[in-house]
């Protein structure tokens, strides 16, 4: 979806979108990993509902700018 967004959101709200929701991916595997360890399992999937509450938040402002609509 992002790739239809105006070309002069490409370096802020594309690449915060982006970002954000490859990093939750990313912190779910990390905290994977290391599922022996609870203390570091806790935080890295505290990082992952963060950047997950991040992406959402991203999106919220594509619906406010109208680049997207709230069904997609």
Same mark, same amino acid.
């Given at each position: 979806?992002?790739?239809?967004?105006?070309? $002069? =959101?490409?370096? %802020?709200?594309? *690449?915060?979108?982006?970002? +954000? %929701?490859? %990093?939750? !991916?990313? @912190?779910? /595997? $990390? /905290?994977?990993?290391?599922?022996?360890?609870?203390?570091?399992?806790?935080? #890295?999937?505290? *990082?992952?509902?963060? $950047?997950?509450? =991040?992406?959402?938040?991203?999106?919220?402002?594509? &619906? +406010? !700018?109208?680049? &997207? @609509? $709230?069904? #997609?």
């Amino acid at each position: 979806m992002s790739k239809s967004f105006p070309k $002069e =959101e490409t370096y %802020s709200l594309t *690449d915060q979108i982006r970002r +954000a %929701s490859r %990093s939750v !991916c990313a @912190n779910i /595997a $990390e /905290a994977y990993r290391k599922k022996l360890y609870p203390a570091h399992f806790v935080s #890295k999937a505290s *990082d992952a509902d963060t $950047e997950n509450s =991040e992406t959402g938040m991203w999106l919220d402002f594509s &619906i +406010a !700018c109208k680049y &997207i @609509n $709230e069904e #997609k």
